[in-house]
């Protein structure tokens, strides 16, 4: 089955996005304590494809074993892996682009993951800013790329987002 994975910095709202998207609350744990979901954990949804969570990156506490152990997990998951159909990567859009984020963006790129940016928490920006926030993200992934992946936004808290995320898998699906 085609799978679509979503990864993204300890604490950017990975798993109220993906609470979010499947419509149970209990299938991926919330935290607020970062870097906690450690394993890959797969999703069925609509028996037709699955939603993979992947581990969070870039906590402060990562000791050089856990950024190995992140390593191998992209080695062994991500790249090369045939049924991977699309990798969403979230960025928080109260932040300014982070490092960590373009350094992991541009990794995967250069990898030739096929993937899409996801900015998160939406609600808690008025809408100048956030139209601010989505155009320096643009144009500062402009400076490395030729043409932009695929840009979202949403809101675990309003569910936001979640049409244009669901929809633009189901046509995937429905192309492959
Ligand atoms: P994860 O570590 O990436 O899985 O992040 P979580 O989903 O656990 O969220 C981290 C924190 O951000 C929690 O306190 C959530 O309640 C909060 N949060 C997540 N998504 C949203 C959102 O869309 N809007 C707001 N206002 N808060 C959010």
Redesign the pocket.
């Known amino acids: 089955l085609p799978e679509y994975a979503f990864i993204?910095?300890?604490?950017?709202?990975?798993?109220?996005?993906i609470?979010m998207l499947t419509g149970h609350t209990k299938l991926?744990m919330?935290?607020?304590k970062?870097g906690?979901?450690q394993l890959i954990n797969h999703f069925l949804i609509n028996k037709d494809w699955h939603l993979v969570d992947l581990p969070?990156y870039g906590y402060a506490a990562r000791n050089k074993e856990q950024r190995l152990a992140f390593r191998r997990m992209i080695e062994g998951y991500i790249l090369g892996r045939k049924q991977l159909i699309n990798l969403f990567i979230?960025v928080d859009s109260r932040l300014e682009p982070q490092k960590i984020d373009l350094e992991f963006i541009q990794q995967m790129g250069e990898a030739g993951v096929p993937l899409s940016i996801v900015m998160?928490?939406?609600?808690?920006l008025s809408r100048p800013k956030l139209q601010e926030s989505i155009k320096r993200y643009q144009e500062t992934l402009s400076e490395e790329w030729d043409e932009l992946p695929p840009f979202f936004y949403?809101?675990?808290?309003?569910a936001t987002g979640r049409e244009e995320l669901l929809q633009y898998i189901e046509t995937i699906n429905h192309s492959l």
């Open positions: 993204g910095r300890s604490n950017v709202g990975k798993s109220s996005l609470n991926a919330t935290s607020s970062p906690k979901t969070g979230l998160t928490k939406i609600d808690k949403t809101s675990s808290e309003k």
